[in-house]
């Protein structure tokens, strides 16, 4: 019993190391045993048997304790136990539209003016740490980025942040400022353009070509861009717009110095419209206001390297010109001065010199106009002057719309006179240059030529006659004036078209005086008037009377006419009558004396047979039947044969003369007793 007893002991002993052996082995082989995810990676600590780090290394090498530079990537690994820890770490995962921006904690030190550690090779996107550190990789931030993906990438060795790709929205520009790089050339504002840094996406060959520290010539266009925001400062500015009927003029911040007595800078070409600031340089671009200028549209310039300033287009108007002068150009010779000088109508050959009209492509008044239209000027380089080619009214009156109150003269007699005027001019197309030569624009000629030489003409008239008399003179004042301002401006190259006398206006007093003679004169002149329009009214009434009468006068008249046709009718029918008469009468008288000499047979014939007495009281008989002969009287009186039937028979003989009817019944017969 007791050797069973030693025996179980023996065994549980023996059992019991196995249990601890066999434990331990498990222990020994879970921590030889990593099994890394597929997102995963595994730091590697070497913490025994192993080299010391060099000084100033935190990052260990193969062979040398402390934490590894390289990693376990996704699987299964098998480290030794006690003398290898690992930890895990997930993947860096860079999103679209993000770029990643790695510092290295070790390495080899950046050289002095250097901010940004050398580009090293073969590392894999920094996945690979102990190559980076063995190929001289520098402590401090990477030029290099990563670009959107997942990289298995040492926590430890380097740090990687995340920042935003850079995005120029459309309208805007990108200026770049170079953390690093040489210095800038002395005298220059921007630094110098390199090639192929590929819109500063790859700064390797930025730095490899040279490129130098400081805001940058070249710009970044609408786009995104992966672009290393440590080394390259981007800001944004909106691009240049200008906008219809403007025009953009530019300064050059940049350039070669502008020329002694140059106002503009020289234009140059191939700069695409100031876009490539590049080109602008290197064809020898000179700083400061630039002749060209921008039409409208959008144009992507570096606001470091150009300033944009906004103008209104030049406008012509119809009816209009415009009167350039130019800043630019080459200077005028002494002899096209003079020739130039001697052209312009009352200018001595020193105006000439300083006020000359000079061809294209000269400094000057330019002696071409431009006609109605739209111009892209650069007012820098060229001034227009608009000149109104029609018909300018300029007025002296009390209406508030015009600029000048009426002129105010002095009467030879001493009265006060105001004089409203309007005066018409115009300046001929082919004038405007030497107009404007004379004295400079419209304005000019309105201030200080025509109105001093209108008000200087009426008071000049005005102090030469009476007030009355300048009244009733208007037309011959006005013609006076017209004359003198046509001559004065002409030597301005301007024409007249007429000066007018709107109103004068005397002193009430003066007025009184002059309305109570006039209206004397009207009254005498309406007396003498209404005189004669009585006499005239008299002529009249007669003239009206005899036009009363004309109707008779024109019924008498037709019926003298009627009368002198019925005369002539009347002897016409007479004298045919008569002449039908005598043949009738000649006719009958043969007729007669045929019957005569028959009857006077016959009577001769009863004379012979009967006898006269017979042949009296035959033929009386026929004509008593005949009632050829009365036999009973009309009238029969009888009286007593006193006086009284004298007087009876009388009476009876007129009325019977007179050819009176009397009515026998009416008639009172009295006879004698």
């Not at 290393?228 to 909106?238: E, G, R």
């Not at 301005?492 to 005086?513: F, G, K, N, R, W």
Request: charged letters at 20%; aromatic letters at 6%; glycine letters at 10%.
């Amino acid at each position: 019993m007791e050797i069973l007893s030693q025996l179980n002991a023996a065994i549980w002993a023996g059992g019991t190391i196995v249990a601890i052996a066999g434990i331990f082995a498990l222990i020994l082989a879970y921590q030889s045993v990593v099994i890394v995810g597929g997102k995963e990676i595994a730091l590697i600590e070497r913490r025994w048997l192993g080299k010391k780090m060099p000084q100033g290394r935190v990052v260990a090498m193969n062979s040398e304790v402390g934490i590894q530079a390289r990693t376990l990537g996704p699987g299964m690994h098998f480290l030794i136990p006690f003398i290898y820890t690992a930890k895990k770490s997930e993947f860096i995962e860079i999103m679209d539209g993000k770029v990643g921006l790695i510092e290295s904690v070790d390495g080899g030190p950046i050289p002095p003016g250097k901010i940004f550690a050398k580009v090293i090779r073969g590392h894999n996107s920094f996945q690979d740490g102990e190559v980076f550190l063995q190929n001289g990789g520098q402590k401090g931030p990477q030029i290099d980025i990563l670009p959107p993906g997942k990289y298995r990438i040492n926590p430890y060795l380097f740090k990687v942040s995340i920042a935003n790709a850079v995005i120029i929205e459309k309208g805007q520009v990108g200026v770049v400022t170079s953390q690093d790089g040489g210095p800038i050339a002395p005298g220059r504002l921007l630094a110098a353009s390199v090639p192929d840094h590929h819109n500063f996406e790859d700064g390797e060959k930025f730095l490899a070509n040279g490129g130098q520290k400081g805001p940058q010539i070249d710009i970044l266009l609408p786009g995104t861009y992966r672009i290393n925001i440590h080394l390259f400062q981007v800001t944004t500015a909106p691009a240049a717009v200008i906008e219809s009927a403007k025009v953009g003029l530019v300064t050059a911040k940049d350039g070669n110095p502008l020329p002694e007595k140059e106002y503009v800078a020289h234009a140059v070409a191939g700069h695409a419209d100031f876009q490539d600031a590049n080109a602008f340089l290197k064809g020898g671009g000179e700083r400061g206001p630039q002749l060209d200028v921008l039409k409208p549209g959008t144009y992507y310039i570096n606001p470091l390297m150009f300033d944009v300033a906004f103008d209104d287009v030049a406008v012509v108007e119809r009816g209009q010109v415009a009167v350039v002068v130019s800043n630019v150009g080459e200077e005028p010779t002494p002899e096209m001065k003079k020739r130039l000088g001697s052209t312009q109508m009352g200018a001595t050959e020193e105006e000439g010199k300083e006020k000359y009209v000079v061809p294209n492509g000269f400094r000057g008044i330019q002696e071409e106009v431009a006609g109605p239209g739209k111009y892209y000027l650069n007012r820098l380089a060229f001034m227009p002057y608009i000149i109104d080619t029609t018909n300018i009214t300029i007025d002296w009156d009390d209406s508030k719309e015009t600029r000048f109150d009426p002129l105010s003269v002095i009467s030879k007699d001493g009265f006060p006179i105001g004089v409203s005027v309007k005066v018409v001019v115009r300046v001929r197309p082919d004038q405007a240059p030497y107009m404007v030569a004379k004295v400079g624009s419209i304005d000019n000629l309105i201030l200080h030529v025509i109105h001093p030489m209108i008000d200087s003409s009426f008071r000049n008239q005005a102090s030469t006659t009476s007030a009355m008399n300048f009244m009733q003179d208007r037309q011959e004042e006005q013609t006076k004036a017209e004359t003198r301002a046509r001559l004065e401006l002409e030597k301005y190259h301007v024409e007249c078209v007429s000066a007018l006398i709107c109103q004068i206006m005397l002193p009430q007093e003066l007025m009184d005086t002059q309305t109570k003679k006039i209206i004397a004169q009207q009254q005498t002149t309406q007396y003498q008037e209404e005189q004669k329009a009585q006499v005239t009214r008299i002529e009249m009434e007669k003239t009206k009377a005899t036009a009363d009468q004309q109707p008779e006068v024109v019924r008498a008249e037709i019926a003298v006419k009627v009368a002198d046709q019925k005369k002539r009718e009347t002897v016409t029918l007479a004298e045919g009558n008569a002449e039908s008469a005598r043949l009738k009468g000649e006719g009958d008288a043969k007729a007669i004396e045929a019957v005569g000499t028959a009857t006077a047979e016959a009577y001769q014939k009863q004379k012979t047979a009967i006898g006269p007495q017979a042949i009296m009281a035959i033929e009386l008989a026929k004509h008593i039947s005949a009632g050829k002969i009365k036999i009973m009287p009309d009238i029969l009186t009888v009286g007593s044969g006193g006086a009284s039937e004298g007087l009876a028979t009388v009476l009876t003989r007129a009325i019977a003369l007179s050819g009176m009817k009397i009515n026998p019944d009416a008639v009172t017969t009295k006879t004698s007793e």
